[in-house]
């Protein structure tokens, strides 16, 4: 009797493993993408935040000097010191009553394809300058 050879089933296997690494492969680069789009997303909030807190320090102090020249015209900041690339922040104050103006800031941040724009309005509370800490709240339209 004659022994069959099976040269095929060699072949075989490496098909199948070259698949099953292939595979493999596409699920890792899924992963990989998705934690880089939320740790990008997670850069661009945190710049936010920074941008949002400097507009509303700029506004509280300017408003509290009660200068008309800044009053419902929107004003561009130089954010350049702030190292935060392709960014933007825009600020109009209104003056409300004595005691409150209403400020609405615009930011704005990207990093590669990613671009962050945020708009909200807030009250901010005048008080005498002897107080330091900024008082400021999201207005209750929810802008």
Same mark, same amino acid.
């Given at each position: 009797?004659?022994?069959?050879?099976? !040269?095929?089933?060699?072949?075989?296997?490496?098909?199948? =493993?070259? =698949?099953?690494?292939?595979?493999?492969?596409?699920?890792?680069?899924?992963?990989? !993408?998705?934690?880089?789009? $939320? @740790?990008?997303? =997670?850069y661009l909030k945190a710049c936010e935040r920074n941008l949002l807190a400097s507009g509303l320090v700029w506004a509280k102090e300017n408003a509290r000097k009660k200068?008309?020249?800044?009053?419902?015209?929107? *004003?561009?900041?130089?954010? @350049?010191?702030? !190292?935060?690339? +392709? &960014?933007?922040?825009?600020?109009?104050? !209104? *003056?409300?009553?004595?005691?409150? =103006?209403?400020?609405?800031?615009?930011?704005?941040? &990207?990093?590669?394809?990613?671009?962050?724009?945020?708009?909200?309005?807030?009250?901010?509370?005048?008080? +005498? $300058? $002897?107080?330091?800490?900024?008082?400021?709240?999201? @207005?209750?339209?929810?802008?």
């Amino acid at each position: 009797m004659k022994k069959t050879r099976q !040269n095929g089933f060699v072949l075989i296997l490496v098909i199948v =493993a070259i =698949a099953v690494v292939g595979v493999q492969m596409s699920v890792l680069t899924d992963i990989a !993408n998705t934690m880089q789009f $939320q @740790s990008q997303y =997670a850069y661009l909030k945190a710049c936010e935040r920074n941008l949002l807190a400097s507009g509303l320090v700029w506004a509280k102090e300017n408003a509290r000097k009660k200068s008309s020249e800044i009053f419902d015209k929107t *004003i561009q900041l130089d954010v @350049s010191k702030l !190292n935060i690339r +392709d &960014s933007a922040l825009d600020v109009t104050i !209104n *003056i409300a009553s004595d005691k409150d =103006a209403e400020v609405r800031i615009d930011t704005s941040c &990207s990093r590669s394809r990613q671009t962050l724009r945020e708009t909200g309005k807030y009250r901010i509370e005048l008080h +005498d $300058q $002897q107080e330091t800490t900024l008082r400021a709240r999201k @207005s209750p339209a929810g802008d």
